[in-house]
């Protein structure tokens, strides 16, 4: 059996792992998924990325390369075929990469505090800052779609990869918090682009459903909690 | 450096004392590109800055044609895909480029954070002992990326200065500052050799030189970091 030239090391609950599947099946790549346990790391998964040991890991041609959001630029350069990910226009480009950038590092960790915050008036400031984010991205999303249904345009692109990838956990937030994030009132364009991005060909069953994620969750918690107290 | 800019009409809001600010400066003068400097006011920050970068309200800002490009790294992409000519920052293979973005990442995201810990926020013997660990083990981890990239050559970017040593070059005036306070060299012929060699060309390069700030002017704004974070600690 002939070894495949491209590897995906990863895990379905991560959404790192699924915005490398939706840019894959975006381009038509074939691809082998090779399943992580992430409590029992495998020697392929340390070898691959020794620096953060995370999954995912893109290996092509026995090359490893880590990262999602650079994983995603790099499929984008070798696979030139269309649709293409990254906007042509450097100016356009540099948009998406800022807007990438602050959803990972400034937007995204919210949900984090989200889970660990401790009584309602702490929960409520979180929920605000989250609003707050989507607020700003929505103001992003009429920018960049240019009045096309995605932040890419006609086609998912780049930011809707990015961002989509995360939806899953996002549903997710709101239910084991009890509250709504994304708003019609405040927040129109996200919330029908939300609706849309998931059925799109290439992210169809790739984001897992909220239910199966808060399982996840639950189980990685007890684990640590055992863990913890042994 | 101000120079008059009209063909390309381009401005740069940074500070001379920041790496960032640094980073953008050079990557101009690398690629010949004339621009006006406004220097940010900070306390408090200017309207321009507040207008240009509402979401994080920091420097550097790249202003082309009137429209703003913020995010160091998002604005060093920018001027490689506009300005084509001549020498390129980013290398031409995409595998490279991955591990180019990824290196980039590890010290904006690992190596600098440690430096920051070591010079202005561990307080004590205990927590600068800790932080200075985590910066040699960052530093070490630079020196293998420096083995891997430069692949025997002079620079992370093979035979001309790169990406990645403009990504890591803008902390060497930073650096330098840590190795005195703290009176430990983080640079050393026996740990980390390829770093050595690589910073004597690095800083002697002409695109380099006007940039990089000698420790003891930065001095002064070391010890207004470090009052800005204790006053917000106590």
Known sequence: MATSVVKLLGAQSSPYVNRVQIALNLKSIDYEFINENLAAKSDLLLKSNPIYKKVPVLIHADKPICESLFIVEYIDEVWTNSPSILPSDPYDRATARFWAAYIDIKWFPLFGELRQVKGEEAKAAVVEKIVEGLVLLEEAFVKCSKGEVYFGGESIGYVDIILGSYLGWVKAGEIMASVKLLDETKTPGLVGWAERVLLNDAAKDVVPEPQVLIEVLNKFMMASAKASSN | ?234
């Open chain 2, 1 to 234: 450096m101000a120079a008059s800019s009209t063909a390309d009409d381009v401005k740069l809001l940074g500070g001379w004392p920041s790496p960032f600010s640094n980073r953008i400066q050079i990557a101009l003068n690398l690629k010949s590109i004339p621009y006006d400097f406004i220097e940010e006011t900070f306390t408090p920050k200017s309207h321009l800055l507040l207008k240009s970068n509402p979401v994080h309200k920091q420097i550097p800002v790249l202003f082309h044609h009137d429209k703003p490009i913020c995010e160091s790294i998002v604005i060093l992409q920018y001027i490689d895909e506009v300005w084509t000519k001549g020498q390129s920052l980013l290398p031409s293979d995409s595998y490279d480029r991955a591990i180019a973005r990824f290196w980039a990442a590890y010290i904006d995201d690992k190596w600098f954070p440690s430096l920051r810990q070591l010079t202005i926020f561990a307080q004590g013997e205990d927590a600068i002992s800790a932080a200075l660990k985590q910066i040699v083990e960052a530093t070490a981890v630079v020196e293998g990326a420096f083995a891997d990239c430069s692949k025997g050559k002079a620079y992370f970017g093979g035979d001309k200065i790169g990406y990645l040593d403009l990504v890591f070059g803008c902390f060497l005036g930073w650096l330098r500052l840590a190795e005195k306070v703290v009176g430990v060299d983080l640079l050393t012929e026996t740990k980390t050799p390829g770093l050595v060699g690589w910073v004597e060309r690095f800083s002697s390069n002409d695109a380099v030189k006007s940039v990089i700030q000698e420790p003891e002017k930065l001095m002064e704004t070391l010890e207004f970091l470090k009052a800005m974070f204790n006053a917000s600690t106590t």
